[in-house]
């Protein structure tokens, strides 16, 4: 039986998207009443780690314990992925004893591997290429920010900074829900043109936009929602003088930037963010800032994915059916007691 990873939204139908959004909508309804839903009850999660994170490590490992399933954290260095054992024996292994698999790693190449041998659902929790959780935890904040009188396709979001890997995912994700997306950057960092061949596909597809320019203020002029991200990753230290001075201060999102967009406009960051270099703190601690409900709905975001992707193949036996296997065990063990 084929299982479904979620590796990157452009796997993905629109609706299903909109089905996972709703899906994370609902729990965190549940949640702020109280009443998290039981629904991975004794479910297990591996949480494989080539680099750290604050934000992936804690929503996924809180987001299936208020599940009512449990997660393994396995930190970098601790397992033998792609060193002492193969990835695709890793991979079989671990399917084996877990019933879902989130895993961030360095390479894209290391998640498509692994998933192509997973036998349980697998999650991609960052790679260099693109990180899809975090955008779904994006789109579902636009959601709750939206403003009044607005729908998703009627939304512009613009992407201030160098093309990371939040940049592609954000940006397909946008085009694939028919969003207008404009990136602004020096034309150096701008998004490359296979990102682009993508996004005007999806829009193609979805009625939605994309614009690259080298102008900010243009950019924002009519942004819903500005995002910004680290102007450099894991592996472009010796570019960081370079890359600064491309950056600043023109693209450094401040409150004089955010003036130029519409009042409504929010400021959004999947953080962690490199306060005074990207963006000020002014603006990421001003009124416009939204980026601590942003962090916060990572949390729910998880919690909507390890439910769309698991909860459907959890096994519910009958009650009989557990009283019978636990009686059948217990009078078996009862022949050892003293």
Sequence with gaps: ???????????????????????TRLIKEADKQGCTPKLLKDASLAMIFEEPSTRTRVSFEVAMSELGGHALYLKPGEIHLGVRESIGDTAQVLSRMCDVIMIRALLHKTVTDFASYATVP??????????????????????????????LSDLNVTFVGDATNVLSSLMFICTQLGMNFTHAAPKKYQAPAAWMKIAEANCKASGGTVTLTEDPIAAVKKADFIYTDLWWWVGQEAEIPERSAAFMPTYQ???ELLKKAPAACKLMHCLPASRGVEATDEALDSPQSIIFDQAENRLHAEKGLLVYFVAKNMKRPSQELQAFHRGRIENFVEKFAA
């Design 253 to 255: 999102v401040t409150t």
């Design 122 to 151: 697998v999650l991609n929790g960052l790679t260099d290429f693109n990180h899809p959780t975090q955008v779904i935890c994006d789109v579902f904040t636009m959601v709750e920010h939206m403003p009044a009188g607005k729908s």
């Design 1 to 23: 039986m084929s299982v479904k990873h979620f590796i990157d939204t452009q796997d993905f139908s629109k609706q299903e998207i909109l089905d996972i959004i709703e899906t």
